[in-house]
């Protein structure tokens, strides 16, 4: 095991009408600035069980927050903070919305620059200071909720990047089980797939002595292949809703992360497909997944045979074919919640592949488990999608 | 899933050679007594790392505190505190200096009667300050590195009770895996059984629908299974010491107790052996688990099925049956590290039962995940290990 550092104060509020008590958590006298996307919880009733809860605090709000969330719509926030003088951030959404309030609740204290150097500069600009802020979770996928990591995308140049702080964890986060019963199919097969793949950039990589955290990570997945297809197949199905919602969070909480490598090559390479063709953040994972698991089958052999028995029951033929039978249970898997895992399937040209490798050569970046993937096996994970 | 909140704000600082970075913990300025028990520390170098790394810090020394720490000595260390106006706490040991760390801690300033009350009137008295405390752990075992639990003994009425606070949570833990490496025998089978039924504790209990607790609960005791026997065959091996070190502490930072019901009977038995006979608190637990899962099968029916089939592959037989094995396969694990289980091996008498039994029926508890266990049942367990 490596050493490392592990501390979350986030404060989680799990369960059955929780919306309800969230005042108890705004500090006093605080002005609350409300932040949230595209106004599904002003359909789903979440809005008004926020506001209603909210009677006696001082609140403005800022909603339009996109998928993906852009720069240029947070900076937006960001004059509202300081010309409305808000004290307390709360954001009521899904990961995006949670996402956005981060770097809203940075930006708006940083005076020496643009704070896109978060994201552009990460080694020499850090967060120094953040305004408080709270999240209300409304769908399961990120586990924003439980950390200090956000992905901001910024739309003039095309570019999609993370930057992370211990200053902008939420305070609290209230996770009401109940806000899936609302949820479309894809938004909920999108969840599935985002917290199986967090779960794979901390666990899938080569071997360290950490059978705790193995466990950790194959109960995580184990619980989103098995009450997953059930949110599915019944969205008032309470408890599997709760046991998605929780695995979700604990994927990304930095609990399996402690003392093991990590990989998130799936993720950087899956941000760039999001830059150029807007595909939501999982299906990106979902397509280039396989292929890292095909080109990198040296570097990460005993996990993947590991995770194809203990997943999968695979545990005859030989490795290689071990691996190609759990590279494919993994691509059934996906599809049978319905995310589809070829380039075809949204329409991405072969140029794009050319594009992101441009970038990779450009920059002269590496990035994975080891920092050996360079442009070129970009290229081929990609390939691997055609 | 039931509800829950869940908070833990313990910064954790885990591996080899940490011990020299206290210093960077500890708040400037501030006046730090040291605690410690019987002087194990200073055999095994520990003591001399931690002034070494302190020498700048204001120190004051309290030594001596006991296995089953006593409250009579805690309160001869918060004269300390008080006369020597002590702003932080430095527990360097294992559980027992950690409890009476945390006791000290919200002792000292208790201006409003006994402290004694935080244990005696638990919904009466609550802690409501604290002075800050960290946490140098010497011995993995009891989880108090990441938890706001502490258990003391007052000697002169033959009590030993609990109390928690998230005022007592350390600010800091630091694990050394190298720790392990001067531990007896005893103390490393001690650590394993604690840890292992902590588990239990928060997992062994009826049925609600909560998979993933399960797997990270079965993933605990599979670790502790596997890495348990290493680390008393060879004390030189870091790697299955850390793996033990950070199983006994994530077996009870409140992750696996999330949203599912809790026992704890168990312990609150073998407290009773404690201050009776001065038996180590593991082995308490040793000797009173088999009895608790052969007299509460029913309550716990599903679970030890389930604990059994995937723990110890037993699958066949009728529920009796597989529950009889499932009982044997755990006695055997606890006696292969070296733990007996049976009263006559501790030379306790028969009257103690009475003693217990009696001290139960006067006070009318009822104890366990139901509440359910009276003075007849507590007899009935204990006699199990006759």
Excluded at 12 to 36: C, H, M, Q, R, W
Excluded at 232 to 258: C, H, K, P
């Amino acid at each position: 095991m490596y050493n490392f550092e592990y501390k979350n104060p986030v404060k989680i509020i799990f369960g059955k009408d929780k919306i309800s008590k969230v005042s108890n958590e705004i500090p006093e006298g605080a002005k609350v600035l409300l932040t949230y996307g595209g106004g599904s919880i002003k359909r789903t009733g979440v809005y008004e069980q926020v506001i209603n809860a909210l009677d006696n605090v001082s609140l403005v709000e800022f909603g339009g927050i996109e998928a993906n969330p852009h720069y240029e719509t947070c900076m937006q926030a960001v004059k509202v903070v300081k010309a409305e003088k808000i004290d307390f951030l709360l954001a009521v959404g899904g990961g995006s919305v949670l996402d956005a309030t981060k770097f809203i609740a940075c930006a708006a204290l940083y005076e020496n620059g643009d704070p896109w150097d978060f994201m552009a500069k990460p080694g020499e600009v850090r967060v120094e200071k953040a305004l408080p802020l709270g999240a209300i979770l409304t769908l399961p996928a990120t586990g924003s909720e439980m950390n200090g990591n956000s992905v901001i995308t910024r739309v003039s140049i095309q570019e999609k990047k993370a930057f992370g702080s211990p200053l902008v964890m939420p305070q609290f986060s209230i996770l009401d089980p109940q806000c899936v019963f609302t949820l479309p199919n894809k938004q909920v097969a999108n969840g599935i797939v985002d917290a199986f793949i967090h779960v794979f950039e901390q666990y899938l990589t080569f071997e360290v002595n950490s059978p705790l955290q193995d466990r950790w990570a194959e109960g995580i997945l184990s619980t989103l292949i098995e009450e997953g297809p059930k949110v599915l197949a019944d969205r008032n199905d309470y408890e599997s809703a709760a046991n998605f919602m929780w695995s979700a969070t604990v994927a990304l909480n930095g609990m399996i992360a402690v003392g093991v490598p990590q990989d998130w090559a799936t993720h950087l390479i899956g941000h760039e497909l999001t830059a150029y063709h807007g595909i939501d953040h999982a299906r990106t994972l979902a397509i280039v997944l396989p292929g890292m698991m095909h080109i990198k089958r040296d570097n990460k052999k005993d996990k993947i045979l590991q995770y194809g028995e203990r997943i999968w029951g695979i545990a005859t033929g030989s490795d290689d074919e071990r691996i190609d039978a759990t590279i494919a249970k993994t691509v059934e898997f996906f599809e049978s919640v319905g995310i589809p895992t070829k380039l075809r399937d949204y329409d991405v040209p072969t140029e794009t592949i050319t594009k992101i490798t441009d970038r990779f050569e450009k920059s002269g970046e590496k990035i994975g488990e080891k920092a050996d993937i360079d442009f070129a096996e970009v290229g081929a994970i990609l390939e691997h999608a055609l």
